[in-house]
């Protein structure tokens, strides 16, 4: 099945600095790629997802890119704030035998030090 | 549009018993997906439903078991209960779970204690 690494475990940096996340995957058939940003006691949120046709994809701060060949996709946060301080989960997602398998990786607790 | 819901928001039980949380899906969406989220862990996948039917599960054993309704609702029950099974249970509902590309939107789960 597909197996999602997810690196570093925890980053620190700060404020105004950049934080970069990497995640590999281990299943070609995987083809879209969300990230999920996760605040203490509070659900998983959607920031930012890209599907395989695209290498790029840019929301204001946030950046993720993917490498197919390579199977690894990157998170990049730039001009980081204290409130970005939280877990982020990457996840690759394939279908599988008529549903959507959805694979998470371990998460990275991002801290932002003013 | 309403969001994802989910009840109870905690839960308390002890081993042997059983368990049922609750999960709406947002407006308009049809596939209810259950995950298991350990302390410190990524989500892990339960099974999904799509119209009514289970249509993927994941590493779970067969005490592990769901219902979904003609509103698109869902249950997740879990017999006799172990210690392990302290988590978060998270409900993510999607347009259609036949896409591998549907985005899925999380409820905000139930924590499950099981002493």
């Known amino acids: 099945g597909e197996n999602v690494e997810q690196h570093p475990s925890t980053l620190s940096v700060q404020e105004g600095d950049s934080a970069v996340i990497k995640c590999t995957y281990s299943?070609?058939?995987?083809?879209?790629f969300p990230w999920y940003k996760q605040e203490l006691g509070k659900r998983p949120q959607l920031i930012i997802d890209?599907?395989?046709?695209?290498g790029e994809k840019k929301d204001q701060r946030i950046a993720v890119t993917l490498n197919k060949t390579a199977k690894h996709f990157s998170l990049h946060i730039t001009e980081t704030q204290p409130e970005d301080s939280a877990v982020y989960f990457c996840?690759?997602?394939?279908?599988?035998?008529?549903?959507?398998?959805?694979?998470f990786g371990t998460g990275t607790k991002l801290q932002v030090i003013p | 549009e309403t969001g994802v819901t989910q009840s109870p928001t905690h839960l308390i039980k002890t081993r042997g018993q059983q368990v049922t949380l609750r999960c709406s899906s947002q407006?308009?969406?049809?596939?209810v997906s259950w995950y298991q989220q350990a302390l410190g862990q990524g989500p892990q996948f339960i099974f999904q439903?799509?119209?009514?039917?289970?249509?993927g599960r994941g590493n779970f054993p067969p005490r592990f078991s769901g219902l979904q309704f003609p509103n698109y609702s869902s249950e997740l029950n879990v017999n006799a209960l172990e210690l392990d099974d302290s988590a978060l249970y998270l409900c993510?509902?999607?347009?259609?779970?036949?896409?591998?590309?549907?985005?899925?939107?999380f409820g905000p789960g139930t924590r499950l204690t099981v002493l």
């Open positions: 993510a509902s999607s347009l259609g779970g036949l896409a591998a590309t549907d985005t899925q939107y």
């Open positions: 299943d070609s058939a995987s083809n879209y």
């Open positions: 890209i599907r395989s046709n695209v």
């Open positions: 996840a690759a997602s394939r279908g599988s035998g008529g549903y959507q398998k959805v694979t």
């Open positions: 407006s308009g969406h049809n596939t």
């Open positions: 439903y799509y119209r009514e039917e289970e249509n």
